[in-house]
């Protein structure tokens, strides 16, 4: 149990109500019982707090006060939110250990702490750091560099030299590292490119489930700290993704484009080869990137265009029957008036 | 051997032709051999139900009658083709059997007449029913709840919690209930949302390959019965699918939006998050859907609009630079209406 | 270390400049140092071919020379360069070696040199034949054929009776031979279709990470000599795909379509089932292709049209919220020569 008292104190909120009032679970609005805490961030929910049946609501500083519900105000309630959370269901401790069925090349140097599960391979020359978490049927390859506290998820392949910094987490049946789509037309025939490259992954990363991360051709694919990625996100040779950068469900980066630091890449975008999207860009949902984009710009559509213009045109684009129909019958007025025209003598 | 009769009584069809002609096999319209039997439910079929050689050919009811030609007139058609597939080529049954490779915690409940091979790893506190198939190198979590009848394909992984009703198939290398993309801005940096929900999948389901299905942040991912999704499918957080939909490949599923029942998904559209898309609606392919849609709606389009509006839309479009020049045209034939009636007294 | 001189001789160029000047590397353009050989093809790099610390360029026979830089001219630079990189970085030879943690049905085939690692199943009836890498944590169903040469990355899973031909290369975590996704109405279920078909890959393929081919439903899912798709592609049941055709990242094609020879389809592009696209033909990016493309032809949009079209198209779109407002305003300025004219005595 928590009192409002002690998660004020923990999350550095300011009261409403009963500073005795105490939960012990946690819940969403709609769902929550009277001994679970939850939050409210948007306004949408500020006229109905007395709608959630929740002991407790972490609430903004604007959020109006309601008489008879105990209120915490927090200059950012969802955070505050998953910190109690993070409290009250902590992660069990990693415990060391290395499952006997684990094939694990003689030359791999291993840190304290890490734990490597059932049926995983890691090749020669490999350094995993401390309290790394290699989880069940997970392949890694040749000379792989895993920093400490990461998480591998099972089923995932690290293809030969793959880097992974620090406190990052690798989901469930990812591929990091494999050979780029590149190819050079021989006669009719494709030859393939000998890879040499490799993925830098920086610290505090999520790659998503199912993603697809290629090797440089020469040279690296470089995965910049704090970036995090959804499931099925593909990302091809020798791209760049700088610091803080999130990118959405589906989305494809196409060879060697650079993308900047804490830019945003909704869901399903596709983004074309050898393009700069600059810092702070945000490239909106099913948009087809087929140039570079400036720092801070705002871009959707297929191909993109500033947001505000997209905003219009996909307005205007289900009305593109009706706006045919009257330019058809413009044509014929203005046939009307120059043949009346015409007429006068 | 199967006679035309004996098809008629297995499936309740009525024969044209030759009660005593029989197949021993089954084939497409244009492969089909003399012993085959095949099906023709299209009506581009049905001027040409000479050109197959099939012995016997499955029809629905409306189809014409071919002298010389034994047919079976069927209510559905294709159903029936595919009952006499399933006699033809019943599935091997079962055997019961553990593979020794396979790791298992202790505490796990496993039922009869399961199937476990080789590099499987099952995590502490699992339930799996009776005649399961769980299939190589599949890894599944703790406390996971698989039903019975139910087949788990090759290297897919269950993470914690996750739970799959009787006779649902998931096919190879999905993921399901994987941590969703749930972040809260801290700074620059993205701060990970702790989740403690997971995924519910129904009975009769099946799981295309490679999909991925997030677990609920707080509360349940959940898929309901008789759901069915193709390959390459990406289910986010919170996501509910109601009974019998279909998701056609590589479509994806922002969070918390809600799917009704009987609803149809095409390849590739793309669902944005927090919507409620009706019971019986209809998306069409390559669709981006950025608003609620209404039961029995059939939408299309980036962004979607009334299906009957995209098609006339998708006729315009190739059209719109002969429509601007015609624009171009109006506008200088007005001006010269114009002037001319200014130089008029 | 290499000579140009013996550079020249291996891969057919002429000298200009030292034919002394040696190379011990290879690098990109812009990041080569003194001793790396590096290429140039573009002829945005014709300008600043003095810009590169490279110590010998391979260039187009219609690059222009400098004096002081060491070039070497060739018909096809970036496959020369590729060339010297495999002679300077020769794979290493495949040790043949079946860890022991691998289980093999007993009845296989399994030809000279092959090497099986660790945590490989491979089930009844498969023929796998000389020099095959199969590589960790792989898993092969019954009756599969995997000829000469082939390489099987980690993670993947080939479903039974899936045939490769010699010198292909599957990527990991693909799933080729899973059920297509074949369903027939019965009532509001949706009643499986057995699927009896099988995934043919012809010879000297590359298959993308990540990617599914589904088997046919019945007869075959044909992958031609020579093709190569990237990570994340999708190919439904009873696809036909030619030789030597591209296919590039999150492409999407649905059951039953025919695509041609040397064909390219463009990244996260989608094609409906039971089409044509004919040999040589192109499908741009993001293009969603829901009608027959003929030979030769470039297509692209969503619907897809004539490339050239789509080029005007797509500069037009941008300017419809423009369009409209000139529209509107011929609107008034008709209006008032009509009441002008009704007006006039």
Redesign the interface.
Known sequence: MLTADQIAAMVNARIHGDPGKAISG???FD?AGSTDLTFAVDHSFFSRLDETKAGIILVPNDAPAVSGITLLYSD?P??AF?QV??HL?P?EPLKEFI?P?A?IADDCVIGDGTRI???V?IGQGCTIGSHVHI???T?IGKQCRIDDSCRI?????L?DKTRIGRQS?I?????IG??G?G????G???????H?GYVHIGA?C?I???N?I?RGT??ITHIGN?V?T???V?I?HNVKIG??T?V???V?I?GSTTIGK?VIIA??A?I?GHLDIGDGAIVG??A?V?GNVSPGDIVS???H?PHK??L???R??????S??T??LS??K??KK??S??TEQP
């Not at 190819?183 to 021989?186: K, N, Y």
């Not at 009719?188 to 000998?194: D, G, N, S, V």
């Not at 205007?316 to 029957?321: D, G, M, N, T, V």
């Open positions: 946690v819940s969403s769902d950012n969802k955070l998953f959370v993070a269901m992660a499952h069925s094939v599960e059932a049926h391979s989880m069940a049927n392949v998820s099972p089923n995932v392949t293809v987490i989901h469930p049946n990812c591929v494999s050979d789509f190819f050079v037309q021989d009719y025939a494709h030859a393939k490119l000998i040499t505090c999520e998503g489930a199912g697809t290629d020469l040279g704090g995090k959804d499931n099925q593909h091809a610091d803080n999130l959405v469900a589906q494809g196409a804490n869901g399903k596709g074309s949902p099913y087809g087929v559509g297929i191909p265009m213009i997209w219009k045109v996909s205007i684009i289900p009305r593109l029957p706006l045919r009257r330019l413009l044509e007025r203005i008036l120059e009346n025209r």
